[in-house]
């Protein structure tokens, strides 16, 4: 069974880091291109960072350009996404998601398998 699982979440006051990851089960992360998104509630689900399959080309938003750094761990079958300098607007639930092929997209409809999201929430 093909699973995605988020973790890392939880509270951190503005100006600190957290670190998210994405475990895959069932499927070789490698040969995925992987986002990550984040929804808060009444919002669209917005596109924050990409990396393509195998050489990993990474992509931002303008959002979190300079602040997030997505990587991934072929061994591990994880993809991380690196939150620094968080705001209390970055506040949401955070999803990862895997797409068959090579290249990595900020939308969400280019996806085929979603991870069940993680709490963020940044407050003083």
């Known amino acids: 069974q093909l699973q995605l699982v988020e973790s890392g979440g939880g509270l951190v006051q503005p100006g600190g880091s957290l670190r998210l990851s994405c475990t895959a089960s069932g499927f070789d992360l490698t040969n995925y291109a992987i986002g990550w998104f984040r929804q808060v509630p009444g919002k669209e689900r917005e596109g924050l960072s990409c990396?393509?399959?195998?050489?990993?080309?990474?992509d931002y938003a303008d959002s979190v350009k300079g602040r997030f750094a997505i990587s991934r761990d072929n061994a591990k079958n994880t993809v991380y996404l690196q939150m620094n300098f968080l705001k209390p607007e970055d506040t949401a639930v955070y999803y990862c998601?895997?797409?068959?092929?090579?290249?990595?997209?900020?939308?969400?409809?280019?996806?085929?398998?979603w991870g069940e999201g993680t709490q963020v929430a940044v407050s003083s």
């Open positions: 998601a895997a797409a068959r092929g090579y290249y990595s997209t900020l939308y969400s409809w280019d996806y085929d398998y």
């Open positions: 990396i393509s399959a195998r050489v990993g080309i990474a």
